[in-house]
């Protein structure tokens, strides 16, 4: 008889909503101005509660499912998690790219992930509120389920008849120390103020070719990312989506201020995966984001930093719907 399967299921916590007061009457002397204001926080306040409880419905059936399968898991609340992931078979996270991507840093190459966006963006309550505020939420573009189908996808995993994507991550070298996080999404160098420029100089380096030249950089940064970042913030920038099953990373100067012209064809480009990115930080300080704002570590100047695809692939489970496979200028 098989072991049974043992299932880690992380999810995003409830307390990352902010606390909802309770409604304050309107006053006699209010004007219409000021009510109209109270009437709007209350529609937030009471789309907040919605987001809240969906999210929670969507715990308590993913939770309902798994005790109708044969496995062994455990749930833990994603900010709990502090040491790898080594004795699951598979983990599930609830919530949203973000989820995902947390639970990312405690995993190696050998346990898949299965993301279920626990409250996907409905896009007519995005077109209803468009005048009030923003309700949009995760795209969950690496989550495969959402609560609708979650039970025909874990099926589907656990009957052998889908398969994980092996998605490259990013591998970071400070002073020739590796850090401890290897990033799914990408990676962000710059100066700890926004309004700050960042004095940096790189060099990309080649195991088959000759490394190119030195360029100085004056910029707000220096964003790298892998394929599964290609259409997060790189996109945003003007970077170009990549094969989700791409082995290589983009890397753009963010606003380069007046780059030399043979420098130029480097401001934006690809690294192959035996390339990596050898950058010198000459600013007196700096900051390493990894995945966002969460992860960080701090640098000075006269450090190096080399980045690379030297780092476990991460399995993850993807959705069925087609991903970008725009071709990529190269350089």
């Given at each position: 008889?098989?072991a049974?399967?043992?299932?880690?299921?992380?999810?995003?916590?409830?307390?990352?909503y902010?606390?909802?007061?309770?409604?304050?009457?309107?006053?006699?002397?209010?004007?219409?101005?000021?009510?109209?204001?109270?009437?709007?926080d209350?529609?937030?306040?009471?789309?907040?509660?919605?987001?809240?409880?969906?999210?929670k419905?969507?715990?308590?059936?993913?939770?309902?499912?798994?005790?109708?399968?044969?496995?062994?898991?455990?749930p833990?609340?994603?900010?709990?998690?502090?040491?790898?992931?080594?004795?699951?078979?598979?983990?599930i996270?609830?919530?949203g790219d973000?989820?995902?991507?947390?639970a990312?840093?405690?995993?190696?190459d050998?346990?898949?992930?299965?993301?279920?966006?626990?409250d996907?963006?409905?896009?007519?309550?995005?077109?209803?509120?468009?005048?009030?505020?923003?309700?949009?939420r995760?795209?969950?573009?690496?989550?495969?389920?959402?609560?609708?189908?979650?039970?025909?996808?874990?099926d589907?995993?656990?009957e052998?008849h889908?398969?994980?994507?092996?998605?490259?991550?990013?591998?970071?070298?400070?002073n020739?120390?590796?850090?401890p996080?290897?990033?799914?999404?990408?990676?962000?160098?710059?100066h700890?103020?926004?309004?700050?420029?960042?004095?940096?100089?790189?060099?990309?380096?080649?195991?088959?070719?000759?490394?190119?030249?030195?360029v100085n950089?004056?910029?707000?940064?220096?964003?790298?990312?892998?394929a599964?970042?290609?259409?997060?913030?790189?996109?945003s920038a003007?970077?170009?989506?990549?094969?989700?099953?791409?082995?290589?990373?983009?890397?753009?100067?963010?606003?380069?201020?007046?780059?030399?012209?043979?420098?130029?064809?480097?401001m934006?480009?690809?690294?192959?995966?035996?390339?990596?990115m050898?950058?010198?930080?000459?600013?007196?300080e700096?900051?390493?984001?990894?995945?966002?704002?969460?992860v960080?570590?701090?640098v000075?100047?006269?450090?190096?930093?080399?980045?690379?695809?030297?780092?476990?692939i991460?399995?993850?489970?993807?959705?069925?719907?087609?991903?970008?496979?725009?071709?990529?200028?190269?350089?």
């Open positions: 008889m098989s049974r399967r043992r299932v880690l299921l992380l999810l995003k916590p409830l307390d990352v902010p606390p909802r007061p309770p409604a304050i009457p309107k006053p006699p002397s209010a004007t219409s101005s000021t009510s109209s204001l109270r009437g709007l209350q529609k937030i306040l009471n789309y907040l509660n919605d987001r809240c409880r969906v999210h419905d969507t715990i308590n059936f993913c939770q309902g499912v798994l005790r109708r399968k044969p496995l062994d898991w455990e833990v609340v994603r900010n709990n998690l502090s040491h790898p992931i080594r004795s699951a078979d598979l983990v996270t609830v919530g973000g989820t995902l991507l947390q990312s840093h405690f995993l190696d050998s346990v898949p992930v299965l993301g279920v966006n626990s996907p963006t409905q896009v007519d309550e995005v077109n209803k509120f468009s005048d009030e505020f923003d309700a949009t995760s795209t969950g573009y690496l989550c495969a389920a959402t609560a609708g189908n979650f039970e025909q996808v874990l589907e995993i656990l052998n889908k398969h994980p994507t092996e998605l490259t991550r990013i591998s970071i070298n400070l020739n120390r590796q850090l996080t290897f990033a799914l999404n990408d990676v962000l160098v710059a700890p103020c926004p309004a700050s420029v960042s004095r940096f100089s790189f060099r990309i380096k080649s195991s088959r070719e000759a490394s190119s030249h030195l950089c004056r910029s707000s940064g220096l964003r790298v990312s892998t599964a970042g290609s259409t997060a913030a790189m996109l003007g970077g170009h989506p990549m094969p989700i099953s791409s082995n290589g990373l983009q890397y753009m100067v963010r606003e380069p201020v007046s780059p030399r012209y043979l420098d130029t064809p480097l934006h480009g690809l690294l192959e995966p035996d390339q990596l050898h950058v010198a930080w000459h600013s007196q700096g900051v390493i984001y990894v995945d966002g704002s969460h960080k570590h701090s000075q100047h006269g450090d190096t930093i080399e980045i690379s695809t030297l780092a476990p991460l399995k993850v489970y993807l959705p069925q719907k087609e991903h970008p496979e725009t071709t990529y200028p190269r350089n």
